[in-house]
């Protein structure tokens, strides 16, 4: 073989392992509480349905104690193989784990969501909007931007993700992967505050791009007494002072904005 043949064949062969290993550590690991199903092909009478202990181990027919905690299923599947091997029990046996019932990794999902609670990890590579719909979806209440925390690689993990983006924008590659003992946290939508002459003085959610205009119209305009031109705005800036400002109209909202609608003077 060539040697430029040589090295193609040895970077598909790095490029295949690496994207395995990838995999693999995507994949669900199992954990303590989780309910399998082995099966060994030609072998009938070693199919066990059990639970993995505490520590991470099972008892198999033959072989007796098998650590299979923080493996993956087909790593798993390797480890009892190799067990029936080495005590010479099946020349090359072909087993099969199926998990039953997946208690061992848990996301936990809080604040404005429709079911807040933990939810287990079901299927392998479960994206966040996943989650967040398995939890009943953001309520009307829940900000776009949200928090997901855990562990990654021993290493403490954290990233803000905006949802609406995800689909709206084309950001797929943000619906990250979530993982066992992972929280997520819809934080409230953040609100702006209108009151004086206006036909609906309350308190409101900031949409996306939202100006002046718009939360003017979201309380419903100027009374018959009103103005647009006496509009003030209430801003708490970095120093946590109140400013009162005097912006334009097409001047974005800002969370916790206080705008007052003042009485015409004509």
Do not use: C
Not at 213 to 229: K, N, S
Request: avoid cysteine; glycine fraction near 10%; charged fraction near 20%.
């Amino acid at each position: 073989m060539k040697p430029r043949a040589l090295l193609a064949l040895a970077l598909w062969l790095f490029a295949a392992a690496a994207a395995a290993q990838a995999q693999e550590r995507l994949e669900y690991r199992l954990g303590a509480g989780d309910n399998i199903r082995i099966t060994v092909f030609q072998n009938p009478d070693l199919t066990l349905e059990t639970r993995v202990a505490e520590d991470g181990t099972i008892g198999y027919p033959l072989v007796g104690t098998v650590k299979v905690g923080g493996m993956t299923v087909a790593a798993a599947e390797r480890a009892i193989a190799k067990a029936l091997r080495d005590g010479k029990f099946i020349d090359q046996p072909q087993v099969s784990i199926l998990p039953l019932t997946i208690r061992s990794s848990q996301v936990t999902v809080l604040g404005q969501v429709g079911r807040p609670g933990r939810y287990p990890l079901e299927t392998f590579n479960t994206k966040i909007s996943e989650m967040i719909a398995i939890a009943g979806g953001i309520s009307s209440t829940g900000a776009d931007m949200v928090i997901l925390t855990g562990q990654r690689d021993g290493k403490p993990y954290r990233r803000e993700i905006d949802i609406s983006s995800l689909f709206l924008h084309n950001k797929l590659a943000g619906d990250v992967t979530v993982s066992g003992g992972d929280v997520i946290f819809v934080d409230r939508a953040p609100l702006f505050y209108i009151y004086g002459e206006v036909q609906r003085p309350g308190s409101y959610r900031i949409e996306r791009n939202m100006t002046l205009r718009h939360a003017l119209v979201q309380g419903g305009g100027p009374t018959a007494r009103g103005t647009e031109r006496g509009l003030r705005v209430h801003r708490r800036g970095a120093d946590d002072r109140v400013s009162i400002l005097t912006p334009g109209l097409n001047d974005f909202v800002y969370p916790e904005d206080i705008l007052f609608v003042q009485e015409s003077t004509f």
